[in-house]
Antibody, heavy 120, light 108 residues
Framework: QVQLVESGGGLVKPGGSLRLSCAAS????????MTWIRQAPGKGLEWVSY????????YYADSVRGRFTISRDNAKNSLHLQMSSLGADDTAVYYC??????????????WGKGTTVTVS | SFELTQPPSVSVSPGQTASILCSGD??????VSWYQQKPGQSPVLVIY???QRPSGIPERFSGSNSGDTATLSISRTQAMDEGDYYC???????????FGGGTKLTVL
């Protein structure tokens, strides 16, 4: 079945770096935009970044632009998020999600279970 | 910047209809999606493109969007519907994803 499994979370010191990965199965990754969304403890959902099918279209939230880099490897059915200069505000559960997009809409139809990043 | 506003909490009696609002400037001109998140779980898409239900989502869930307000309605509300609900829209101007702050639904 369609599944997304995140990995790579953990405890990191302020100013440190971490690389998250998301393994996709049950569908062809190259056919979809992919996103990262995070949720700080007790807070709401915050969109982080998305990447287009081929990897040439990339957008970031203002809060992470210049510090985070999204990438994908369609051949390996995987999505990545390289995070650097991490601060306490980056502490969150990070979800990988498949996106359905067109000119007038963009929504996430499949979500992973998330991986926890703690900056302390 | 484009923002979506939701009430922090909504309460409903079992069997009644719950309405969760999401407001934003000219929101009716955009497509809205809704996600349900139960404690300790990942979000689940319950409505997309204002009023479409993904397969597996009960018909009790419906959505509408007009003017500055989108509405998620849950009819015949059950205890299992408790959780946090988030609206989301696509800002075509900036090509970015926007979430509302979330609404906690309590079935009393």
């Amino acid at each position: 079945q369609v599944q997304l499994v995140e990995s790579g979370g953990g405890l990191v010191k302020p100013g440190g770096s971490l690389r998250l990965s998301c393994a996709a199965s049950g569908f062809t990754l190259s056919g979809y935009y992919m996103t990262w969304i995070r949720q700080a403890p007790g807070k709401g959902l915050e969109w982080v970044s998305y990447i287009g099918n081929s990897g040439t279209t990339i957008y970031y939230a203002d809060s992470v632009r210049g510090r985070f880099t999204i990438s994908r490897d369609n051949a390996k059915n995987s999505l990545h998020l390289q995070m650097s200069s991490l601060g306490a505000d980056d502490t969150a559960v990070y979800y990988c999600a498949r996106a359905i997009e067109a000119r007038n809409y963009f929504y996430m139809d499949v979500w992973g279970k998330g991986t926890t990043v703690t900056v302390s | 910047s484009f923002e979506l506003t939701q009430p922090p909490s909504v309460s409903v009696s079992p069997g009644q209809t719950a309405s969760i609002l999401c407001s934003g400037d000219k929101l009716g001109n955009k497509y809205v999606s809704w996600y349900q998140q139960k404690p300790g779980q990942s979000p689940v898409l319950v409505i997309y493109q204002d009023s479409q239900r993904p397969s597996g989502i009960p018909e009790r869930f419906s959505g509408s969007n007009s003017g500055d307000t989108a509405t998620l309605s849950i009819s015949r509300t059950q205890a299992m519907d408790e959780g946090d609900y988030y609206c989301q829209a696509w800002n075509t101007t900036t090509a970015t994803v926007v979430f509302g702050g979330g609404t906690k639904l309590t079935v009393l």
